[in-house]
Structure formats: C-alpha cells, structure tokens
C-alpha cells in the first residue's frame, strides 16, 4: 500500500546532542511536510518541500533543518535539541502545492529530549 | 483556527448518537478546509475535506458544513460509535502567499460512552 513512512517511532536524545528524524513516501508526490505537535496540542507547520524548492515558515526556529535528497525522502535534523523540542514530529505528502489538497500524514516520531 | 492553549475542548456522546464537533478558523481568505482525526500516538488520518465553493458536503456516516459569513466549520458524525473516539482537527488552506501548509485548529476531543 502506497504511504507514509517515518522512522523511527520513538526518538530518544540528549540535550544539545544531534537528532535526525526520517521520512519517506510510496505515494510519489511532490510536496513534502514537516509538522511539530506538542502534547496536547494541535500540529504546527514547520517547513515544506516543493520538490527541491525549501519552504521555511518565518517562526521555525534555526535549529531546525531539513533535507530532501530524492523525491522519497525527507530528513528533519534537529542540531541541538532542547527540552522544549519534545513532541511528535509528523511527516506529511501532497501531490502539489497551494494548500488546496488532502495532506497524508505518517504515523509520527515522538521524540524525547533528555 | 487558532492553535492555542494546553487543554482540548472535550465532547462525550453517547454510542449510537450523533455528535458535532465545530471549529472556527481565522484567515478569511482560506478557501479549502479539512477535518482530521487523531488517535492517541498516531498521524492525523483524513476524513472529509470542503472547498470555499459549498456549503455541505457527505461523505459516509459524516457530513461537514461550512459557514464562511462567521468563519465556521462544524463536523457531524451520524451514529457514533466507539472507534470514533479521538482527537478531531479542522485545519484551514488555500489563502495563498505562498503559504502551502496547513493551519490547524486546537482539536476537539471526542468519548464516545458505552
């Protein structure tokens, strides 16, 4: 079955030490998301990609980068983690830009700071 | 919508009956709104999307309807039943500027008891 994939499911790391979190996507679209979602709380856009274009959005902090080597994958690192980067990280595919269409979430990876 | 705050509004129904959970979202110039749910520890999952264009529409045991005069979306879900507990977002896109992603609202979390 065509999905999203994200890897691993649970993330530990220790404070200030670096962190990659995976995604990837049978589903061939162009459009890749990045999505933070504290407890409790609803998601928020981080960043996107539209194909190789990067899309920052203008609160995402610098500590945040990401990488999309391929069509199928999409990388979110995290260089220094602080303990208020615990949360779900959620990965998300669309087949075009705009806003406009479903966006097809992974199943998450939680991560834990230390 | 506006996401904020810590605590998710709580609707519990009883299994069998109907139930709406409604939303308000902010950007008047979104024209493509869309209701997830969420259980605990998994991704967002789709489960009906609107354009700007309606008012209504079905789809299977749900129905969404869109007021754009006050900014509101309300999601009903006919005949509940227990694997229809969950974490319910509206989210909101389409307004352009670039703006690709999706905002979501705070989430409504619906019990459905026995």
């Known amino acids: 079955d065509a999905m999203v994939i994200q890897n691993p499911r649970y993330q530990v790391t220790q404070f200030g030490k670096p962190v990659t979190l995976s995604c990837s996507q049978t589903l061939n679209h162009n459009v890749m998301y990045w999505y933070q979602q504290k407890s409790s709380q609803a998601p928020k856009l981080l960043f996107h990609y539209y194909d190789k274009d990067f899309n920052n959005e203008a609160d995402t902090p610098d500590n945040f980068q990401s990488r999309r080597p391929n069509t199928s994958f999409c990388f979110l690192d995290i260089r220094s983690p602080g303990l208020g980067d615990a949360a779900m990280y959620l990965c998300?595919?669309?087949?075009?830009?705009?806003?406009?269409?479903?966006?097809?979430f992974g199943p998450g990876t939680r991560l834990l700071v230390l | 919508g506006e996401s904020v705050g810590l605590h998710l509004p709580t609707l519990s129904v009883q299994e069998g009956d109907n139930s709406i959970i409604n939303c308000a979202y902010s950007n008047s110039a979104s024209d493509y709104f869309i209701w997830y749910k969420q259980e605990s520890g998994k991704g967002p999952q789709f489960i009906i999307d609107?354009?700007?264009?309606?008012d209504k529409r079905q789809g299977q045991r749900v129905t969404v309807l869109l007021n754009k005069t006050v900014k509101h979306l309300s999601l009903q879900i006919a005949a509940t039943q227990p694997g229809d507990s969950a974490v319910y977002f509206c989210?909101?896109?389409?307004?352009?500027?670039?703006?690709?992603?999706?905002?979501f609202g705070k989430g409504t979390h619906l019990i459905i008891q026995p």
């Open positions: 609107i354009r700007s264009n309606m």
């Open positions: 998300a595919t669309s087949p075009n830009r705009g806003g406009r269409e479903i966006q097809y």
């Open positions: 989210a909101e896109g389409g307004s352009g500027g670039g703006a690709d992603g999706l905002t």
